[in-house]
């Protein structure tokens, strides 16, 4: 009905400045009641080609302004995200299904902090110089931006990681076509409403909103995108990279985890225990570097557990904008479904649920029976060889294990076929040191999680990802360097 379509939120392609409406739409729901609140546009080749060409066509400009100019624009867009963040919070929650504390938080400062981070970095670059004096020669380097960027994000951290593209692609001198998840939109048609005011010009930022198979395909097969920046699941950046092989497209790719957290018998348990909780649940464990196998030395298991599991059933699960809720709702009923089926599995096999899924009853208010709720479970005495210590769950489920010695827990942990994130809990120095050396993990954090330096490298090893992205790492993904020669 008319009521019922007004009611919708409905979005609109961001191309060369404008918002441009689409031929057809996909639903997009609401993960905490299960409605359809937002119609999203359903773009393909057309769309992608009209955001490419405004992208080709703004690169000369945009590319020619000086690393100061581009800054103050970069500074302007993190004010105006900053001044509106408690409505682009609201907006986060409502979408994804994430906490309004998390989103309040984590989310919109980080994306504010992407932009003045990138903003700042860009001024501190500097080439290298080397001198042939036998020769008569000196030797320079120079970067310049590559083009058009295409940009693919997923829907756990919706703005937070596509701004983590988009600041350095354009601190750079590039222009950029973004696609964000089909899931989770809205952020990002939000920020396009800034970005006029910012001082962005037309066509540098262009957003074609979609799914992966229409819009995210037509982007990555497009000949004149040279490079193409992309965090989601493994599956689909093995689909990116034969599609993109016949162009020999540039590729940075941030897939999935499975991370351990190594827990020693010297650990500070009173530090442990709450740190590995946000790490194993935090955003409904629907981040990339939550923990999800937890090794427990044998001397410390028994307590871990009983502690471990005390403070998980504190866990408060439901309306994701009452700002008291630990966990909020999972994004989809597909993936909740998903998640819960490797419950099932561990109970199939023998192990056992301490704490939530099946064994604890959940209760929601009126309004959030139909959303994709579920409390977070711990699984204890899971073999190794299980697919719920093999396989992302990517869900607010965690496995417990024992082990004995160093030696064999570094073999465990490294184990699997991912390769991006782990945590080591000790108060022994030497240990920490050793340990952290012989983890397969591009990121490893010992008594703490989630602290991040963004002029360091991030990124995975094996099949969580190829590249680096940080100041200096995304500096040299977002631009080409080429070796100047001068004889005199
Ligand atoms: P996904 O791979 O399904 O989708 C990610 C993005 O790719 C979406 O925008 C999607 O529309 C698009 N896409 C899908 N198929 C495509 C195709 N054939 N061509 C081009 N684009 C396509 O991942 P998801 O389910 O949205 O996100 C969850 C995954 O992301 C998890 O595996 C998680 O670990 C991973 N992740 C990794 C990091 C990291 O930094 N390493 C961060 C967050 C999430």
């Not at 093995?238 to 497209?249: F, L, Y």
């Not at 409904?284 to 059933?313: D, H, M, N, P």
Request: proline content about 4%; overall charge neutral; aromatic content about 8%.
């Amino acid at each position: 009905t008319m009521a019922h379509s007004k009611a919708l939120l409905v979005l609109e392609n961001f191309i060369g400045g404008k918002f441009v409406t689409c031929s057809s739409y996909i639903d997009s729901y609401n993960p905490s009641t299960g409605d359809v609140y937002c119609r999203v546009p359903d773009s393909g080749k057309e769309e992608v080609e009209a955001a490419v060409k405004a992208a080709k066509d703004a690169f000369p400009i945009w590319s020619s302004k000086s690393p100061l100019e581009r800054s103050r624009i970069l500074n302007k867009l993190a004010d105006l995200i900053e001044h509106d963040l408690e409505a682009f919070a609201q907006a986060e929650s409502k979408d994804q299904g994430k906490t309004i504390t998390f989103a309040r938080t984590v989310d919109i400062p980080r994306a504010v902090y992407n932009f003045r981070f990138f903003a700042s970095s860009i001024l501190h670059h500097t080439t290298e110089c080397t001198e042939m004096a036998t020769m008569g020669c000196v030797h320079y380097t120079s970067r310049a931006p590559v083009g058009v960027a295409g940009l693919i994000s997923p829907w756990n951290l919706p703005l937070y990681l596509l701004t983590w593209k988009i600041a350095p692609a354009i601190a750079c001198g590039n222009t950029v076509v973004a696609k964000p998840s089909e899931m989770t939109s809205v952020t990002a048609w939000m920020m396009c409403k800034l970005l006029e005011k910012a001082g962005v010009p037309h066509g540098v930022v262009n957003v074609v909103f979609g799914t992966g198979a229409k819009a995210g395909e037509a982007l990555v097969c497009h000949p004149d995108v040279p490079l193409i920046s992309f965090t989601g699941s493994t599956l689909t950046a093995q689909r990116i990279t034969e599609k993109s092989a016949p162009h020999c497209k540039r590729l940075s790719l941030e897939l999935g985890g499975k991370n351990p957290a190594i827990i020693f018998d010297d650990a500070d348990l009173t530090q442990c225990i709450p740190m590995t909780l946000r790490s194993s649940f935090a955003n409904q464990g629907e981040i990339c570097l939550c923990t999800s196998r937890i090794f427990v030395q044998r001397g410390i298991y028994s307590q871990f557990l009983k502690r471990f599991v005390a403070e998980a059933k504190k866990w408060k699960v439901g309306n994701p904008a009452d700002p008291t809720v630990d966990v909020g709702a999972l994004i989809s009923e597909e993936h909740l479904e998903k998640v819960r089926s490797y419950v099932k599995k561990a109970q199939a096999e023998g192990a056992r649920v301490l704490c939530g899924e099946g064994v604890d009853s959940l209760t929601l208010s009126a309004g959030n029976q139909k959303g994709y709720f579920m409390l977070p479970t711990v699984i204890a005495e899971v073999k190794d060889e299980s697919c719920c210590m093999q396989e992302e769950i990517f869900g607010p489920v965690t496995c417990v294990v024992a082990f004995d010695t160093e030696e064999e827990v570094i073999k465990r942990a490294n184990s699997v076929k991912y390769g991006l994130a782990a945590t080591v809990w000790s108060s022994n120095v030497g240990r920490v040191h050793r340990v952290a050396q012989r983890l397969q993990s591009g990121l490893v954090w010992t008594n703490c999680w989630l602290v991040r330096d963004l002029n360091l490298p991030f990124g995975g090893m094996k099949a969580s990802g190829i590249g680096r992205e940080g100041a200096k790492d995304s500096y040299e993904f977002f631009t080409e360097v080429k070796t100047i020669t001068i004889k005199h």
